[in-house]
């Protein structure tokens, strides 16, 4: 009997940190977001009470049941310890600039990239950098540098295809980041400064002593390195001789991991609108507290138009050469951040979002 219960206790423990965080994921339950947080500590200590149960379950002539379970739980922290999103998508604390004026070829050919191969585009404080999309940002996830003299995250989340750059800065302090894990469809990451964790999707902290702060976005976006190469200034991004590896930065690795991204899709709190479908991608705009999403398929011929959102009358430009959907406020204001995700991802977080339709099909 003593046996039993100690069997019981050890596959209860390795239920815990080998399944809790895939079940908060599923369940949406944000309780279970404890888990995540430090989660190599706890686990660390739920495998040494496991070992414990186990040893002292099998040490008295256990019976075949106590023996499976043991078994089982076995296998799950096993489960544990091999299943670690920051070993798949290992972030990058630091890059090599290298500035494109000067050595083109040098840079494009280090990098890998071709002339229509896509780079996200960051300009802070008159300095202005790109970042290889599907060799770097998107295999890695998060991308750390200093742009302009002030610290950044290039972030990426392939479930969502939302792409964005925040002021990797809070009570000015620099904060670098990993992935841990996924909630509402979305990414989410851990700060190593206080162990709090942040939703990609709004920069928003969700559990953690800095809880309720919120990262600050930074205009960014997605073009062929030909057009980015063409600015001003621009340097190129590249990894170190010593950065980690990256199993998906592989030609077959990066391929896997877009066939699984466009098959699975995680539950969320928001019901996903089926006005448009779930894959397509939208240019996602927030201005006083009004959010509005317009979809690829929607802007694509139409050049230059007139909006509004938040109450603010706004000039867009579509660029079909560069697929980048341009801003401005006509009363001359600063333009506001245009963020690019698949509609799933950007629905969830706004749920109250409005769609933009050309007024011909109104």
């Known amino acids: 009997m ?6 019981i206790a050890a596959l209860l423990v390795a239920v815990v940190i080998s399944l809790g965080r895939p079940i908060t994921v599923f369940m949406v339950f944000e309780p279970g977001l404890w888990l995540f947080r430090r989660f190599p500590l706890k686990r660390s200590i739920g495998l040494l009470f496991v070992a414990i149960f186990a040893t002292t379950a099998l040490s008295n002539e256990p019976s075949r049941v106590v023996v499976l379970i043991v078994s ?19 972030a990058l604390p630091g890059i090599c600039a290298v500035p494109v004026s000067v050595t083109e070829d040098e840079a494009t050919t280090h990098a890998r990239l071709s002339d229509n191969q896509l780079v996200v585009t960051v ?25 302009g003299g002030e610290p950044i995250v290039v972030t990426y989340c392939a479930l969502c295809r939302t792409g964005l750059v925040f002021h990797a800065k809070m009570a000015s302090k620099a904060l670098l980041f990993k992935v841990v894990g996924v909630f509402r469809r979305n990414l989410i990451m851990e700060d190593h400064s206080t162990h709090t964790i942040w939703q990609q999707a ?48 592989t030609h077959k690795g990066f391929s896997l991991l877009k066939k699984a991204t466009e098959m699975i899709m995680t539950p969320g ?39 509004t959102v938040g109450g603010i009358e706004l000039e ?40 933009y339709a050309p007024r011909s099909v109104r």
């Open 123 to 147: 300009e802070l404080n008159h300095e202005r950098r790109a970042y290889p999309l599907d060799q770097m940002v998107i295999p890695r996830h998060l991308v750390h540098d200093w742009v």
């Open 72 to 90: 089982i739980a076995g296998v799950l922290s096993a489960f544990a310890i091999f299943f670690n999103l920051d070993w798949l998508f290992p």
């Open 202 to 249: 709004t920069g928003e902290a969700i559990h953690g002593p800095l809880s309720g702060r919120v990262l600050e976005m930074l205009p960014a976006v997605q073009i062929p390195w030909e057009q980015a190469k063409q600015q001003d200034g621009m340097t190129l991004a590249t990894e170190p001789d010593n950065a980690r590896f990256a199993i998906f930065a």
């Open 2 to 7: 003593i046996s039993t219960v100690f069997a």
């Open 316 to 355: 867009l430009e579509f660029n079909e050469a560069t697929e980048v959907l341009n801003v401005r406020r006509c009363d001359g204001a600063a333009p506001p951040v245009v963020e690019q995700h698949w509609w799933l991802g950007w629905n969830e977080f706004h749920p109250d979002t409005q769609l």
């Open 269 to 307: 709190r928001t019901h996903l609108s089926k006005t448009i479908s779930r894959h397509e991608t939208v240019f996602g705009i927030q201005l006083n507290g009004e959010a509005k999403a317009y979809p690829l398929s929607s802007v694509r011929s139409l050049g230059t138009f007139f909006d």
